[in-house]
């Protein structure tokens, strides 16, 4: 089974190691989960576990989300994603997953959706150094300059190739940051502390899993 469970960001916060080093770390609220639907080979064609986390008003949802809840004897969730496993899982809908999934583990990778900055122009979507700042550049210091080929005799075209960078959206995508170092769990909290920075803002969702590279 891939050991993974969805919980929320808290914030950042530093601890002092064993050897008295300050560590940037992230608190997560790593569950509790509820195993909403235990899927099989035979009537669906893979095996997964549906974890749902974080309770939510029966008025904000709608009735087929209710109801599929229900099917699991639990209240229906905010957060909801399915997790692949190797073989047929062996938990029942309606148990809990809790952060002692992770004892034992050092690394994990945690999975959420970058905060969004909105309509960014090429400066700081992409790091462009803009035009020259000195006297004779009137209105043109963060533009991109010319965005065309000058390659129309070598059969290219002088169109605008697929992936230029311009400016535009930014931000608000699904990001995977990797090997994140454990360095405590809190299991009466449901806490977990993570070295470094995870994407998303605070409060948002994230999916915390054991490490695939790093062991």
Not at 63 to 83: C, D, L, M, S, Y
Not at 184 to 193: F, G, P, S
């Amino acid at each position: 089974m891939t050991v993974m469970l969805l919980g929320k960001k808290i914030g950042m916060t530093q601890l002092y190691n064993d050897k008295g080093v300050i560590e940037p770390v992230t608190v997560i609220q790593a569950g509790p989960c509820t195993i909403m639907q235990v899927k099989n080979q035979e009537t669906d064609g893979y095996t997964s576990l549906q974890l749902g986390y974080e309770d939510a008003k029966k008025s904000r949802r709608k009735k087929p989300q209710i109801g599929h809840a229900q099917k699991a004897n639990t209240t229906v969730k905010r957060f909801v994603r399915e997790v692949r496993t190797d073989g047929q899982p062996e938990q029942e809908p309606g148990e809990e997953l809790t952060v002692k999934i992770f004892e034992g583990i050092n690394y994990v990778d945690v999975i959420g959706t970058t905060k969004g900055k909105g309509f960014a122009g090429v400066m700081k979507r992409h790091g462009f150094k803009g035009m020259p700042a000195s006297h004779g550049t009137e209105r043109k210091h963060r533009h991109p300059g010319g965005i065309g080929s000058n390659s129309g005799s070598a059969g290219t075209g002088r169109g605008i190739r697929k992936g230029k960078k311009m400016a535009g959206h930014m931000g608000c995508t699904r990001k995977t940051t990797r090997n994140h170092r454990i360095v405590e769990i809190d299991e009466e909290n449901n806490l977990i502390m993570v070295r470094g920075s995870v994407p998303g803002a605070c409060n948002g969702y994230l999916m915390i899993q054991k490490s695939k590279t790093k062991q």
